[in-house]
């Protein structure tokens, strides 16, 4: 079974920056690709970023483009996500997910990734 641990959540204000990390207890992470999904209270989980076994391929949501960045360090078994200028509207659990798949495009389906870790909270105040 693939363990999933996310770790970086915190409280911060508008504006600010935080970056989060997933690590992965796997045999060999570089044949997975993965993702990071976020949940709002009162709102379904929805994808935010994506990224290939390759590390070539990414994806990003629109409400997050230009402002998250997805990578991998396949040596530590971890993928990362880079939030910079959070707003409170970024507001979640975030949580990430992963799939043994060699595909360079992601499905943004929560239902496609068979692994998920617990997930890390984020909080933006204005």
């Known amino acids: 079974q693939v363990q999933l641990v996310e770790s970086g959540g915190g409280l911060v204000r508008a504006g600010d920056s935080l970056k989060l990390s997933c690590a992965a207890s796997?045999?060999?992470?570089?044949?997975?690709?993965l993702a990071w999904f976020r949940q709002a209270p009162g709102k379904e989980r929805e994808s935010v970023a994506t990224i290939s076994w390759s590390g070539h391929t990414t994806y990003y949501s629109d409400s997050v483009k230009g402002r998250f960045t997805i990578s991998r360090e396949n040596t530590k078994n971890t993928v990362y996500l880079e939030m910079k200028n959070l707003q409170p509207e970024d507001t979640a659990v975030y949580y990430c997910?992963?799939?043994?798949?060699?595909?360079?495009?992601?499905?943004?389906?929560?239902?496609?990734?068979?692994?998920w870790g617990q997930g890390t909270q984020v909080t933006v105040s204005s």
């Open positions: 796997v045999r060999s992470f570089s044949t997975y690709g």
């Open positions: 997910a992963a799939i043994l798949s060699r595909t360079e495009i992601l499905s943004t389906r929560e239902n496609w990734y068979p692994y």
